[in-house]
């Protein structure tokens, strides 16, 4: 009888599998709108001055400021200037332009007198004709005046290759007057769930049904991941369903995903229609998780999880998780230690991954017990706590591996 696979064999299995995608470099060029979250494939460099042109920081006057050395001081208003004004302005010495926030300071000024310094002393906010305005406080030059250029200069780098575009990425590309940018192209991930128990979520399931959350959970998964669902689909037992769904899914997938339907008992499809192809079905000494299996159909790499739904998170999570992030350009989530917060018994010869919670004092909590058909206690969970193969009690403050889910 062949021994179970350690964790470290079978997750170094999948790699060999995944990693030769991770090596293609590809790069695809999507609109500003579709961007956020994606990882730059090459440094974005600004095409123009950012600003674009000298502006004023303020609501008010725009002035040499030679003129308002000695203040209080009474200047004709010679001009307007809203934002969105698009023909140049000359300051006519010995006046003032008013002038709203952001609009092109005119040639000639140096500074901007903000609104609160002022007071208009002849004419009306809506009848410049002849308006004198009194400035109160004296600006040295440049104060309320942005330069063209002050943030950045053309050719410029404006975000960095291998960043994760948030909001404010994408507001400086977009000033920048660019609608769109190089990004890591993702992984097309197929997803196959399997079992005639299976009904989809908002359907009713009658006696001996079940809802599908693994599709739901995998999905989920995979777009964290920041890889690409390429199709999601759930069948029945029937070994010609399935055999049509997963030469569909290679077809548009680099990596297609299943659960369920790999056990050594009857009605296993997975592993029925997958074993003719070369598929390797193996038991690994992990609780959940212990069925799973690795082959390549097409080309395509097909890796196949166990159908319960904590099995089905937790394999995804210790073996495909990392590879896809690495293809996406994303870091890494790696285990790191934590003490217990309570004592924790384990089965020994199978290395666990039992639900728990980190609390405020940074310690670890087990969730409810190991059973992998708990998903209510999964979701009450925000991470996995690793027990080794062979440690069967740990006591409280015992440090423990630990994977963020």
């Not at 004296?138 to 410029?156: N, T």
Request: aromatic fraction near 2%; include cysteine; glycine fraction near 8%.
């Amino acid at each position: 009888m062949t021994p179970p696979r350690t964790v470290e064999e079978h997750a170094e299995t999948i790699a060999r599998l995944v990693e030769p995608l991770l090596a293609v470099a590809a790069a695809e060029r999507v609109p500003l709108a579709e961007a956020s979250g994606r990882v730059t494939a090459v440094a974005v460099r600004s095409d123009v001055d950012l600003p674009l042109f000298r502006n004023s920081q303020m609501d008010g006057y725009a002035v040499r400021s030679a003129d308002i050395e000695h203040t209080p001081v009474a200047l004709e208003v010679s001009g307007d200037i809203p934002a969105g004004h698009t023909v140049p302005v000359v300051l006519t010495p010995g006046t003032a332009v008013r002038i709203m926030t952001g609009a092109p300071v005119p040639s000639g000024a140096d500074a901007v007198v903000p609104v609160e310094d002022t007071e208009l002393v002849l004419g009306r906010d809506d009848d410049l004709s002849g308006a004198v305005v009194e400035i109160r406080r004296s600006r040295r030059p440049g104060e309320y005046v942005r330069e063209r250029g002050s943030d950045l200069r053309r050719g410029d780098t404006l975000v960095d290759s291998g960043t994760r575009l948030a909001a404010r990425h994408l507001a400086a590309i977009a000033a920048a007057g660019a609608e769109a940018v190089e990004v890591r192209a993702r992984l097309r991930v197929g997803i196959l769930t399997t079992g005639a128990e299976l009904v989809a979520a908002g359907a009713t399931a009658e006696f001996g049904q079940v809802f599908d959350a693994n599709g739901v959970a995998l999905a989920a998964l995979v777009e964290e991941c920041g890889a690409l669902v390429s199709v999601r689909t759930a069948t029945t037992d029937d070994h010609a369903e399935f055999e049509r769904a997963l030469q569909h899914a290679v077809s548009v997938s680099d990596i297609v995903v299943t659960s369920g339907g790999i056990s050594k008992g009857a009605y296993e499809v997975v592993r029925e229609v997958l074993e003719p192809h070369g598929a390797e079905v193996v038991t690994v000494a992990m609780q959940p998780g212990g069925p799973q299996a690795t082959g390549v159909v097409s080309g395509v790499p097909v890796l196949s999880f166990p159908g319960n739904p904590v099995s089905t998170q937790v394999s995804f999570t210790v073996f495909l998780r990392d590879l896809l992030r690495a293809s996406a350009g994303l870091p890494a989530a790696p285990p790191s230690p934590a003490p217990l917060a309570a004592a924790v018994r384990s089965v020994a010869g199978k290395r666990q991954f039992l639900r728990g919670r980190r609390l405020p004092d940074g310690t670890v909590q087990q969730v409810a017990g190991p059973s992998s058909h708990l998903v209510a206690a999964m979701a009450r969970s925000d991470v996995l706590i690793e027990v080794p193969t062979d440690t069967v009690d740990l006591a409280e403050g015992d440090d423990v591996t630990v994977w963020t889910l």
